[in-house]
């Protein structure tokens, strides 16, 4: 029923679902519905008999915001015996068998409060099949913000439609410069989200880049947070925090590595769709692209933090990382 809602409930202190609440909560003579937007349903056929409405293939793409704080407004005052809310809820329903039309009653009904692009493309049929393969291997794709995290699930096996494109972009295009530098460009114009979710890629490339992001992620916090490690790193290092800032570029490399191909295609990526990265590897890729990353912005006396964003930087990388691992 709710597949087709852009978003999860997004919590109490959220400002639109705090202005709801107020209002739940005033003695005003206003109508809840005069100021707010309710409900909105899509349906492939609606019959009216009396007062009942019977609808088919139902569909709630708007209004989840407004259901939940109701629910915990009503919740919160369960004991109250003087409860009496005889207030009304604005619902919209709309029958269409148009696919075209559905996607813009969705985009329309959801431009009300600030919707970042990733979430308008929640309900393309490649979201749908990438969360459901996730799922299937026990990681969750947040393709409705917020939805497994209010279902508790693990934090750090949740991937966001936004971070699963950076990874794509990095790892399968090689182009981290722009994964960490443009992240909600690649969403924005329709060519470049179809390069990214497309069906020329397989769901198992999916997860791969996700899980190796994430494992990449796990990896750097151990070492910058141990005492010791076999890595120098010198001040400049230090304070630009640069070793995270690498990592969609440390994520590239690793493919490089077990490829032994500069110039890898997208279709290379398969073949390695089901490896784990060892922690040697991750060490000593990290290692060299620390040293490269010196050679590159050192020279040309600019900020680490900027020089990693350049397109010059990974064409270096790319041309010098040595390809005979052990």
């Known amino acids: 029923m709710f597949a087709f809602n852009v978003r999860d409930y997004q919590g109490s202190n959220v400002e639109v679902n705090k202005d709801i609440k107020t209002t739940l909560e005033s003695n005003e003579k206003l109508d809840f519905w005069w100021l707010n937007n309710g409900i909105t349903i899509l349906s492939s056929r609606a019959s009216v008999a009396g007062k009942t409405i019977s609808l088919d293939d139902v569909q709630v793409v708007n209004g989840l915001q407004t259901t939940n704080t109701i629910y915990h407004y009503i919740k919160n005052r369960e004991a109250d015996n003087n409860l009496n809310e005889e207030r009304a809820v604005l619902i919209k329903i709309v029958v269409t068998n148009e696919p075209e039309t559905r996607d813009r009653v969705i985009k329309a009904t959801n431009f009300q409060t600030p919707i970042p692009p990733a979430s308008l493309k929640a309900t393309d049929p490649i979201q749908l099949d990438i969360e459901n393969f996730f799922l299937n291997h026990e990681w969750f794709y947040d393709r409705r913000k917020n939805y497994y995290k209010n279902t508790g699930k693990q934090l750090d096996r949740i991937i966001s439609i936004p971070y699963l494109a950076q990874s794509v972009i990095a790892i399968v295009f090689h182009e981290p410069d722009i994964a960490r530098s443009r992240p909600s460009s690649i969403l924005k114009k329709d060519n470049d989200y179809k390069r990214v979710f497309?069906?020329?890629?397989?769901?198992?490339?999916?997860?791969?880049?996700?899980?190796?992001?994430?494992?990449?992620?796990?990896?750097?916090?151990?070492?910058?947070?141990?005492?010791?490690?076999?890595?120098?790193?010198?001040?400049?290092?230090?304070?630009?925090?640069?070793?995270?800032?690498?990592?969609?570029?440390?994520?590239?490399?690793?493919?490089?590595?077990?490829?032994?191909?500069?110039?890898?295609?997208?279709?290379?990526?398969?073949?390695?769709?089901?490896?784990?990265?060892?922690?040697?590897?991750?060490?000593?890729?990290?290692?060299?692209?620390?040293?490269?990353?010196?050679?590159?912005?050192?020279?040309?006396?600019?900020?680490i933090n900027i020089g990693i964003k350049q397109k010059d930087f990974v064409t270096f990388i790319l041309e010098n990382v040595l390809l005979n691992h052990s």
């Open 198 to 303: 497309s069906q020329k890629i397989s769901l198992e490339v999916y997860l791969l880049c996700a899980r190796t992001m994430k494992n990449l992620e796990s990896s750097i916090r151990n070492f910058t947070s141990s005492k010791s490690n076999d890595l120098t790193i010198n001040e400049q290092w230090k304070h630009a925090s640069p070793i995270r800032i690498l990592m969609f570029h440390l994520g590239m490399l690793l493919v490089v590595k077990i490829l032994q191909k500069r110039d890898y295609k997208p279709k290379d990526v398969e073949s390695i769709k089901n490896i784990d990265f060892s922690n040697e590897l991750i060490m000593n890729t990290l290692a060299e692209l620390i040293q490269l990353t010196n050679n590159y912005v050192n020279p040309r006396e600019i900020p």
